[in-house]
């Protein structure tokens, strides 16, 4: 707790706001405008919005949020696979809380599991497997849902299955990489970006080499950060200063979580497991090389392949923005059912129902930015 207290130190945080307000109003006089940031972490998400930096710093920068949110970017195809899936007799569906209020086209697994569905809610993949081999006459298909940070658990469940004989386990892998997504946003000419927030959990992964594409490529400062208010803060007086000082790097500022190589004995795990696949995002469509599915020689933990489940024709809500939001080309508030035909009561899109989606935080948090 002593590590922590710190960076929650009010004191820091009040003079980092003043740092970064000082050199940001300079980079919005150099620019014309104000300086944009997308973060591409749905936690940085909310804890930006819950320290109230959007309103604090709006009149100098204005932080987008991008696809960060595993649940928000999982395509409706795949949610609706998903919940095929819970329709299957025999089979158990096992899933982290997040996915169960999700919209798929027509239903959700919540309201699958109101109709007597069975799905289970998990804290831990390895708690599926432990609970496949309890219940044996019962197929169990958890849904591997996330970013490089959960995937590592999802691998190891697999080889806790295998090496356990649990043979009623399998996975149903919708896992994204992060670096892939950004280069698509980076290739749209509609965005017009001055750096990037970088996400800290998926960056313990893949390690911040991973991310110096961003610099080398695409001239973009960006910084690794961590959750508390003040690294964030310090995370955008590196911004602001590098902008100041016509500096490109990528640089880490969680140093006391994130390495340069990352964690390698996950990333082992991972490539031991999965492979790279060409997924759809929810937004985006399909994009190389961006996605993880299990090797064929694990094919019997692979969900997709062993049930053939009858999936209808994608439907999208109308009106939803889900997609450009994901983007960064909207902010919640432009999105025209935000706070009216679409709330957390009553979600429309993922954005909305996710701990870690945008409009979930605006909503709770910045609902004023939009009046």
């Known amino acids: 707790m002593q590590i922590l207290d710190r960076f929650r130190d009010p004191e820091v945080g009040k003079a980092l706001l003043g740092k970064v307000t000082e050199q940001a109003k300079q980079v919005a006089e150099r620019l014309g405008r104000r300086a944009v940031f997308m973060e591409v972490c749905g936690t940085h998400t909310v804890a930006i919005s819950k320290a109230g930096l959007r309103s604090l710093l709006g009149d100098y920068i204005d932080l987008r949020s991008g696809p960060g949110c595993p649940v928000c970017v999982t395509d409706y195809g795949d949610i609706d696979r998903m919940i095929a899936l819970a329709r299957t007799p025999g089979v158990s569906l096992g899933t982290f809380g997040d996915m169960m209020r999700v919209p798929g086209s027509y239903t959700s697994l919540e309201k699958e599991r109101a109709v007597g569905a069975d799905v289970q809610i998990f804290y831990s993949p390895a708690d599926a497997v432990e609970w496949a081999r309890k219940h044996p006459d019962r197929q169990m298909v958890f849904l591997g849902v996330g970013f490089e940070t959960t995937a590592p658990g999802i691998a190891l469940s697999i080889l806790q299955a295998k090496t356990q004989g649990v043979s009623n386990y399998s996975v149903y892998t919708s896992h994204k990489l992060v670096p892939p997504a950004m280069h698509a946003i980076m290739a749209d000419p509609e965005l017009r970006l001055d750096g990037f927030i970088l996400p800290g959990h998926a960056t313990a992964i893949v390690g911040r080499n991973a991310f110096q594409f961003v610099a080398d490529q695409y001239n973009l400062p960006a910084v690794v950060t961590g959750f508390e208010t003040t690294d964030i803060l310090d995370c955008l007086h590196n911004l602001v200063d590098q902008l100041l000082q016509d500096q490109v790097r990528v640089d880490n500022g969680y140093s006391r979580v994130v390495k340069d190589e990352g ?41 997709a392949k062993r049930f053939d489940a009858v999936v209808p024709e994608p439907r999208i809500p109308k009106g939803c923005r889900c997609g450009d939001l994901l983007k960064g080309k909207i902010n919640p508030h432009e999105c025209r059912l935000f706070g009216t035909a679409c709330t957390p009561i009553n979600p429309v899109g993922p954005c909305m129902v996710s701990s870690e989606g945008a409009c979930a935080a605006y909503y709770q948090y910045d609902r004023r930015l939009g009046k």
């Open 263 to 303: 964690n390698v004995r996950a990333q082992a795990l991972m490539e031991q497991f999965f492979e790279v696949a060409d997924v759809s995002w929810r937004g985006f469509g399909v994009i190389p090389g961006s996605g993880m599915v299990i090797r064929p020689e694990f094919a019997a933990f692979d969900a």
